[in-house]
């Protein structure tokens, strides 16, 4: 991660310096005037020249401008009464790309509070993320050296504690985007699972169940997915316990499951779908793009990216992470359209479509959820279908809700973070078309309103009261260019937006 650290707004003696220019501005604010003297008015000839005038979004780099200043680099904010956190980020993480020549250097936001100071180091560190552990031969050259961000600020004491829980959450964020760009012959089902045992230095509870202890629990719907692959299956729970501080017990006496009481004090539950590869199975997708399935275990990834957050940053809250993880693979052994499996629940499910895996994997581990931890609340994360990115390009990720007051919530921290959702509906309609001949629902139903369907499947799993939503990010799970905080690639997609909810509405104070 970035080194960011925080100074008094003072003008450097040299190396690079950002300046966060507000709209219209009149060269006297922060360390603006300052540089512009020592620089003897280059700066703002060149911002004359440029016809920069600090709209949101723009920049202007000046290379030498004097003054011991290797380069000058203007971004604009816009009007400073309508500066938000999330803005401040996006300024903090539109100068990253702009110093990749550097190896250090200071961006005057002396202006701001303390908090927006702290975000906009935040927007750099999201910003500067690279996955490079496979490149063997680049060039120095080619590599970015930026290595130290400093941010001079009028109150950097105050402003380096307001970094102290966001430098927890972009690592967490860091932790999804590490495990989503992973090759899937390196992250497979165990391995995920080993590498949420690693979280455990970090004061999570952290409990791996193997496909002898899922079959003892009637997981048919997971492991029917899983049977085509020589991976085998796991599922894993992870427990952070900031506000009781003791675990919450996920096995009674002779391994059977302890069962607890639904009160206002259980834990909040996330759960995440983990295909770390889908061929689609024996309803085998097509060659082209088939390589971007190997981030079909986005869901999982965020939950586990969340929880390590929210134990990095000392949640004061209780919360239960369950992700469910398998490779979806054709062979001889491999789960075949026309089967009937029976899920956790008892249910019983007419298998059409291998390919609609996701939403098996989900019911098994939903229901585990509710048996085991009788949540205040449950949301899923799952790159579950196409339908929802032919619904909502790459933009939005849909969300469907049984309760009104937890979409309300969602939606409003989704404008703060700008992982954006938009609520799709949940109606009879859609459920009937899940009727099966045989069986007690089937696994897809017809061709239009896929991600509708696909929701109303995973609802029949989820427990009467308990408030529930379902997140379909399939469309912005990963990026195909770079934005000002988020680097083409793996977006981590939901870390922040469930770190803000817990922080927003269910942390004690």
């Given at each position: 991660?970035?080194?960011?650290g ?19 501005e ?41 003054a ?17 956190q ?54 120095a ?6 290595s ?9 004491v ?5 970094w ?126 088939m ?7 986005a869901?999982a ?22 992700v469910g ?10 789960m ?20 609609a ?22 949301v ?31 939606s ?50 989820v ?25 083409k ?21």
């Amino acid at each position: 991660m970035l080194d960011i650290g925080f100074a008094k707004s003072v003008l450097p003696k040299s190396g690079a310096l950002v300046l966060l220019v507000e709209e219209a501005e009149t060269l006297n604010a922060d360390l603006l005037a300052q540089a512009d003297e020592a620089t003897g008015l280059a700066i703002s000839r060149a911002l004359v020249a440029a016809e920069f005038k600090g709209k949101a979004g723009s920049n202007c780099t000046i290379l030498a401008p004097g003054a011991n200043l290797s380069r000058v680099i203007a971004i604009g904010i816009g009007k400073l009464s309508e500066l938000t956190q999330r803005l401040a980020e996006e300024a903090g993480g539109a100068c990253v790309p702009l110093l990749t020549k550097e190896e250090s250097a200071h961006i005057a936001a002396g202006a701001l509070s303390a908090e927006l100071a702290a975000a906009v180091a935040t927007g750099a560190a999201l910003r500067s993320y690279r996955f490079d552990r496979y490149r063997t031969k680049e060039k120095a050259e080619d590599k970015p050296r930026l290595s130290k961000l400093v941010v001079l600020a009028g109150h950097p004491v105050k402003a380096r504690e307001a970094w102290v829980p966001l430098k927890a959450t972009v690592t967490g964020v860091f932790v999804t985007r590490d495990l989503v760009s992973e090759p899937p012959n390196v992250l497979y089902p165990a391995e995920m699972a080993d590498r949420c045992k690693a979280l455990e230095s970090l004061g999570l509870k952290v409990e791996v169940l193997g496909p002898k202890e899922m079959s003892k629990l009637g997981f048919g719907a997971l492991l029917a997915v899983a049977q085509g692959s020589e991976r085998e299956a796991r599922m894993v729970v992870l427990q952070w316990n900031g506000a009781s501080g003791e675990a919450v017990p996920t096995k009674g006496k002779k391994g059977k499951v302890a069962k607890i009481e639904k009160t206002d004090n259980a834990p909040l539950a996330f759960i995440g779908k983990g295909v770390t590869f889908d061929t689609g199975g024996i309803s085998i997708k097509p060659g082209p793009g088939m390589e971007d399935m190997k981030w079909d275990m986005a869901g999982a990834g965020a939950v586990i990216g969340l929880m390590a957050t929210l134990a990095g940053r000392k949640a004061k809250v209780d919360a239960v992470g369950l992700v469910g993880l398998v490779e979806n693979m054709p062979s001889g052994t491999a789960m075949r359209p026309g089967d009937v499996v029976t899920s956790a629940s008892g249910q019983t499910i007419e298998v059409l479509n291998t390919d609609a895996e996701g939403r098996l994997v989900l019911a098994d581990v939903i229901h585990y959820c509710q048996e085991n931890f009788k949540p205040r609340l449950m949301v899923d994360l799952a790159t579950l279908t196409g339908a929802i990115i032919v619904a909502l390009g790459h933009e939005y990720a849909g969300m469907f809700a049984n309760d009104d007051g937890l979409a309300a919530q969602l939606s409003a921290v989704a404008e703060e973070t700008g992982e954006k959702l938009w609520r799709m509906p949940l109606a009879e309609a859609y459920n009937k078309q899940l009727k099966s001949d045989i069986a007690d629902m089937k696994n897809i139903g017809g061709r239009w309103g896929g991600a509708v369907i696909a929701a109303e499947f995973i609802q029949r799993f989820v427990a009467t009261g308990t408030p529930w939503a379902h997140l379909d990010i399939a469309g912005t799970a990963w990026s195909s260019k770079d934005t000002a905080t988020v680097p083409k690639g793996a977006t981590a997609f939901g870390v922040r937006l469930l770190d803000r909810l817990v922080a927003a509405h269910y942390e004690t104070k």
